[in-house]
């Protein structure tokens, strides 16, 4: 396929999903996250993909996806390729809006990395607030999206009801909200194809004790690889 026929088919993808989330997902709202190119810490060079730094509200799906097609029109032909995500959480059903939307797209997604044994944390991506160099929460439900992942600095935890809510339910339909959320969550990480492995890490752990993903863990269970479905699709387009 030529270059103009991919660009051609990328216009044409980031119009539908525009589409898709004003009709499935209303007007914008929130802005917590700052969006937008990102940039080598070190040189400032633009890399090529989009930066969400911060707290994932409704409406940052939307959001991402303008930002995605403003970098394409100022880079063209050269396309986002790349989600850094450095967040330490937010909106549920948001951080899966965004996941489907970067599926969709065929972007990779990036987290910060560490290496066992050692303090520093790897990671060349300019922030505003250095306390958001992390995955956690909510933001691994976006980060799973990428058609391939790369990094490890991802803190997982089951959802929970915020407080302010939490604390105007009964028990009984705090656990039944509970359960909703977290069968949603289990349903959309098996769509995302997640190894069974990480997805017990998210039910399992409480909102205080999350598990925090090693690097082998990535190879280990698959979550740095290219997601089985495109991998076929991939393979049965090569020619031998």
Request: proline content about 3%; charged content about 25%.
């Amino acid at each position: 396929m030529g270059r103009k026929s991919a660009n051609w088919l990328r216009k044409a993808s980031l119009l539908c999903c525009g589409i898709l989330l004003c009709v499935c997902y209303g007007p914008t709202t929130g802005h917590a996250a700052t969006i937008e190119g990102a940039r080598h810490d070190r040189t400032d060079k633009p890399l090529y993909g989009v930066l969400v730094e911060g707290d994932i509200e409704p409406g940052d799906a939307a959001r991402l996806l303008s930002e995605i097609a403003i970098f394409d029109s100022v880079y063209e032909p050269e396309v986002a390729s790349r989600v850094y995500l450095r967040s330490r959480g937010g909106d549920v059903d948001e951080a899966m809006k965004m996941g489907m939307l970067i599926r969709r797209l065929r972007l990779e997604t990036d987290a910060p990395t560490t290496v066992e044994g050692h303090d520093e944390v790897l990671d060349l991506v300019a922030v505003k607030h250095k306390d958001n160099v992390i995955c956690a929460s909510a933001c691994f439900l976006a980060y799973a999206g990428g058609v391939r992942r790369s990094g490890n600095l991802l803190a997982l935890h089951r959802p929970y009801v915020p407080k302010e809510k939490g604390a105007t339910l009964s028990d009984l339909e705090y656990e039944a909200i509970q359960k909703k959320a977290m069968t949603r969550v289990r349903e959309y990480l098996h769509d995302m194809e997640v190894n069974e492995f990480f997805i017990d890490k998210v039910i399992s752990k409480s909102s205080q004790d999350a598990y925090t993903v090693a690097l082998w863990e990535t190879d280990e269970y698959h979550l740095s690889a290219i997601v089985p479905s495109l991998e076929e699709a991939v393979l049965a387009k090569c020619t031998v």
